[in-house]
């Protein structure tokens, strides 16, 4: 089965309504093409960026929108070259890590944000991470959700069951993997919906480098919240939380109860949202143990 445009868009535009705040799409041109931007919050709030996962689109963050947005601009962004209302057009979409970086600077230029606070996602939380780490001026305040490629890597199962999905992507497949790794919960049907037809959008292939060295993560200046999920499937989260807290000793490292790691912005939203309101409120929080 090929890719659907009708049905995805249609898939998006539903998740998007169920964001509860008002929403301001943007399109902002830069160098690799148009990217989209889901705004809501006061005009004059500090500026959050929010990076979703692989696979997800910015219309994922319904659960959280209405809560962050209390007290921050919101930019909810379409990655170019993945799967969302995003588009690169007739130019090409970013290829290497300095390209996504560079497209990030855009991006924030083009919202006049000179700097902001960022939260990513999975393979969103590597890219937040790797940008406070180059362009430290840029970046206020950090929180990981679950992030992939950062402290640890994957576990051999997760690998497996994804398999088939990278290999011959379809939302039947998609949707399999996502029960899967959601531990069979209920899921709510308007993201699972878009999540399996995202597997089927003809995306570029997603860049990837190495987890930041240690030295690296060490000079790391922005204040970082980091939220393992406990019953993610994708990772160790003992292990993720640990190394984290190792190589970031003055970041807070929380391990959120009862979520995976795909499901852990929609499935527990009151726990996350209320971590998340409370490291971005106006005083940034002092350092905190593993737990």
């Given at each position: 089965m090929g890719f659907d445009r009708s049905a995805f868009l249609s898939a998006y535009d539903?998740?998007?309504?169920?964001?509860?705040?008002?929403?301001?799409?943007?399109d902002l041109d830069t160098p690799w093409g148009t990217t989209r931007v889901n705004a809501a919050g006061p005009p004059d709030a500090p500026p959050l960026l929010l990076?979703?996962?692989?696979?997800?689109?910015?219309?994922?963050?319904?659960?959280?929108?209405?809560?962050?947005?209390?007290?921050?601009?919101?930019?909810?962004?379409?990655?170019?070259?993945?799967?969302?209302?995003?588009?690169?057009?007739d130019r090409t979409p970013p290829r290497t890590v300095d390209d996504l970086h560079?497209?990030?600077?855009?991006?924030?230029?083009?919202?006049?944000?000179?700097?902001a606070?960022?939260?990513?996602?999975?393979?969103?939380g590597w890219i937040a991470l790797g940008y406070a780490l180059r362009r430290p001026d840029r970046v206020s305040r950090l929180a990981l959700l679950d992030p992939t490629g950062c402290f640890t890597g994957y576990r051999p199962s997760y690998l497996l069951h994804a398999a088939p999905v990278l290999a011959r992507p379809s939302e039947r497949r998609a949707r399999?993997?996502?029960?899967?790794?959601?531990?069979?919960?209920?899921?709510?049907?308007?993201?699972?919906?878009?999540?399996?037809?995202?597997?089927?959008?003809?995306?570029?292939r997603p860049v990837t480098g190495p987890r930041p060295a240690p030295a690296a993560l060490a000079a790391l200046e922005a204040p970082c919240l980091l939220l393992p999920a406990a019953d993610s499937r994708t990772h160790h989260p003992a292990t993720l939380a640990a190394?984290?807290?190792?190589?970031?000793?003055?970041?807070?490292?929380?391990?959120?109860?009862?979520?995976?790691?795909h499901g852990l912005p929609y499935l527990?939203?009151?726990?996350?949202?209320?971590?998340?309101?409370?490291?971005?409120?106006?005083s940034s929080p002092g350092p905190s143990p593993a737990p």
């Open positions: 539903a998740l998007l309504d169920r964001w509860p705040v008002p929403v301001d799409t943007l990076l979703h996962g692989g696979g997800a689109t910015a219309a994922s963050w319904w659960a959280n929108a209405a809560e962050l947005a209390r007290t921050a601009r919101v930019y909810a962004v379409d990655r170019i070259g993945e799967a969302g209302r995003s588009a690169a057009g560079r497209w990030l600077d855009t991006v924030l230029d083009a919202l006049g944000t000179a700097r606070d960022l939260c990513g996602h999975s393979y969103g399999a993997f996502l029960a899967w790794e959601t531990g069979g919960v209920p899921l709510d049907p308007d993201w699972t919906r878009l999540y399996g037809l995202a597997a089927t959008f003809p995306a570029t190394r984290a807290a190792e190589l970031l000793p003055r970041a807070r490292v929380r391990t959120l109860a009862g979520v995976s790691h527990r939203p009151a726990e996350l949202n209320a971590e998340l309101t409370a490291f971005l409120g106006p």
